[in-house]
Each structure stands twice: as C-alpha cells, then as structure tokens.
C-alpha cells in the first residue's frame, strides 16, 4: 500500500501551481508581494473591422471607464473614483502625426517611420495596409499594432509616439458673448478683439477668452464640461467646474487642459450674480464693450468701455451731461437681447452709486444709454423752434427795406 501511494502521479491543481511559482520567486529572490499582485489592467479598444481577423489580435483585457469604473469584458464593473481631468488619456484622432518604432535589432528598420492618421481614421503600415487608430488612446493603439505585427513578425515590440497633435476644436455653448465652434492650437494670436494669445496646451480659460469671455449672467460654479471616452463606441464623459474657485481662491485644477471635440457649456445664473464687478477684472470677461451715449452728453456717440463698465461711469467717459439741459432722474438703457427683444429701463443717474442692478447697472456691450432733455431744455426748444421762422421773416423784410432803399 505504500509503495502504491508514492508511485501516484501528483496531480497539477491551480493551487498546486500558485504553490510552485511562490516557491520559484522566493529562491530566485524575488520578493514575495509579487506573487500576490494583482495583474495590471491594460485598456485596449478593439477599432471595427477586428472581426475579420479575430484571433490575430490580442483579445481586449479589462478597461478603465472614468465613467463607470473598470469594466471587464464582460461588462462586469468595479467601483472605483473618477479620475481627475487632468488625468485623461490623449485621444487619436484624424490629423495626428505619429511615428513607429520598433524595438531591438536593426536601428534602421525599414518598418519604422512617421505616419499620419487620415481623415477617414486610418494610417497605412507596412505588411499591415490601412489600420484603423481613431478614437484610441497611444497605449491602446501599440497593443493593437503589436498584435496584428505579431502575425508578421517574431518580435513586434514597437513604441508609438505622438509628433505633431491635431489642432482642437471645442464648442462653447451658453453664456459666452460669442457661441460657437473654435480651433485652438498651441502657439497662436486670435484676431478677435480680445486678442488671445494661446502658448501651450489650450485650457478652459483660453476657450473661453477666445469666445470673447462670459456675460454678466453666466454661472461659473456650475460649468459643464464633456469629453468624449475612448473606443468606437460613443460615450461622453460629463464634468463640472467650478471657475469661481478658479478666480477667487487659484485653484487651477478648475481650469483644465482640452481636448478634441470637448464641448464647455455656461449656464444662465439662477440669481444675480454679486461677483460680477469682481470679474469684470478677470481674464473671463471681455476686455473691452463699445457702449453708444446719445442725448444731452458732450461728446455722444459710440464710446469704447472695460468689460461690465457702470452706468455712470458711461456718461461720465462722454463728457458728462450739459449742465441744465439733462434730465438725471431719468436716464434710459435700451439693451438688444439675444433673442432679438428690447428692453428699455430708466435709472436716476446718481454719482455717489456704487456699481448695483438696480441704481448704476454694469453695462454690456452694444448698449445705447439715452440721456434725455429736462423740462427747462423742452420749453427752451420749443421756444427757438417758434421764434426761428419768425426772425428769418423779419430779416428778408430789413432786405427788402435796404434794397429799396439803394434803388432811390
């Protein structure tokens, strides 16, 4: 009987193995923590048209979706915390210049080399043709590459770099003097008015200030931020930022590096905003408003203004209004809104108001504040207006009188 045991084979069981491998660690010298280490989840997205080749490349291990955690294949999820913006992956995408190198052997391998991705996502390899890359991140696309090389190669270690990154394009929606669609680049002046110049990678406030900077009503503690994720698949990324902490305390985490098809949306305030004289001498707001003063001014016309400039101070960078001929209880802004409406209020103009809604309102531009004529002014015209045909009469009679008289 027990020679009958010592000849059984041992039989190879998963703990078995995970016995033997701790044992070859701890002879070899390894530390012993390695045994027990998690493996290191890589995301790799596997672009479309993989079916074709399926089993030529490597299968997709678990990913990390910022949104939902880390996702397994199959669609398995662990909660996890998000990671901050800062910490997104750079997304390829048409316009990018990249160059492949192989690792080990010849230095001058043949294989190496720039490429571009198309507009169309791709880039053409050797031994490979057109390989889609769009919407993957640099550590996704080398996986890809290495294993559909791998069926070429013995050893399909490469390293993929980024050279020449795409221009972004972001839009910027909500309360911005200028909504719309707008390139950013790392080195370039606008030629707006505001006159930003971008060195570096683009931020939030770069947009922002090239979008002409907020309205008076803009939210800033609430602005939204999305971002496309990784992979074919369309999914976004939802953000708030707070750029009022940005402003006051210069926690720049607020004010975030973009991407390519980032979309940045400013809420309307719900209440007013009590900041907004303060900034008005930030980077956020407009660096200057052309405000029209008409009326009884001494210099009317379109007067050029800092951002979120009083009422007063309007009037008064006109000249002033003409001493008896104004009517300062009742000074009028007229203001075009955006969806095509006027409105028209009435401030009693007092030069001792701090800059308020309701007795000095800052101003935006292409505001029209109409200074009226007082009652003195009214009668004073009305009168000239009477008397001027009657004195032109009197003159064309004293002609004639004269001419008359020259005749004898």
């Given at each position: ?7 059984r084979q041992?039989r190879?069981?998963?703990?078995g193995?995970s ?13 012993l923590?390695?045994a027990?280490a998690e ?9 479309p048209?993989a079916?074709?080749?399926q ?5 997709p291990p ?6 939902r955690g880390l996702?397994?294949p ?6 996890i ?9 750079y ?5 990018d210049g990249l160059?492949v ?6 230095t ?9 991705i198309?507009s169309?996502?791709?880039?053409s ?13 640099l550590?996704?696309?080398?996986l890809w590459?290495?294993?559909l ?6 050893r399909p ?5 980024l ?10 929606v ?8 707008y ?16 060195s570096?990678l683009?931020t939030?406030?770069?947009?922002i200030?090239?979008?002409?900077g ?5 939210d800033l503690?609430q ?12 999914a976004?990324?939802?953000?708030r ?8 305390d210069?926690?720049q985490?607020?004010?975030p ?5 980032d ?7 719900t ?10 001498a ?16 001494e210099?009317p ?6 951002a ?14 003409k001493?008896?001929r ?9 203001r ?10 009435a401030?009693a ?7 308020s ?7 935006r531009?292409?505001?029209?504040v109409?200074?009226?004529r007082?009652?003195f ?7 000239t ?7 032109g009469?009197?003159n064309?009679?004293?002609l004639?009188?004269l001419?008359r008289?020259?005749?004898n």
């Open positions: 009987m027990p020679a009958r045991v010592l000849s041992p190879a069981t998963a703990a193995l016995g033997l491998l701790v044992l070859a660690l701890v002879s070899s010298g390894l530390p923590a390695l027990a493996p290191m989840a890589i995301p790799l997205a596997q672009p048209g079916e074709a080749i089993g030529s490349g490597p299968t678990a990913s990390r979706d910022p949104a996702v397994a199959g669609g398995a999820t662990r909660a915390r998000p990671a901050p913006l800062q910490e997104d992956a997304i390829l995408g048409a316009g160059a190198k192989f690792l080990g052997g010849d001058r391998n043949p294989l190496s080399g720039p490429v571009e198309l169309d996502g791709t880039v390899l050797p031994l490979l043709g057109s390989v889609r890359l769009h919407g993957l991140t550590s996704q696309a080398t590459l290495e294993g090389y791998r069926r070429q190669l013995l270690e490469l390293q993929l770099t050279t020449r990154p795409r221009p972004l394009r972001v839009a910027l909500g309360q911005v003097e200028r909504p719309g669609i390139t950013l680049t790392s080195s370039e002046t606008s030629n707006t008015e505001a006159r930003v110049t971008i570096g683009p939030l406030v770069d947009a200030q090239k979008a002409g907020i309205t008076q009503e803009a503690r602005v939204l931020l999305r971002r496309r994720l990784p992979g074919e698949a369309v976004y990324r939802r953000t930022v707070n750029l009022l902490a940005l402003v006051q210069g926690d985490v607020q004010n590096l973009l991407f390519d098809g979309t940045i949306r400013i809420e309307k305030a209440e007013p905003v009590i900041e907004a004289t303060e900034l008005a930030t980077t956020l707001a407009p660096r200057q408003i052309t405000v029209n003063v008409v009326g009884e001014v210099r016309g379109p007067v050029p203004l800092p979120n400039t009083p009422l007063v101070q309007a009037v008064m960078a006109a000249g002033g209004t001493s008896w104004a009517n300062i209880s009742r000074v009028q802004l007229v075009i809104n955006r969806n095509g409406s006027v409105t028209r209020l401030y103009l007092d030069l001792d108001a701090p800059a809604d309701n007795r000095n309102p800052p101003l531009d292409r505001d029209t109409v200074v009226g007082s009652s002014a009214k009668l004073s015209d009305a009168i207006a009477v008397g001027t045909p009657l004195t009469l009197t064309v009679l004293t004639l009188q001419t008289n020259n005749n």
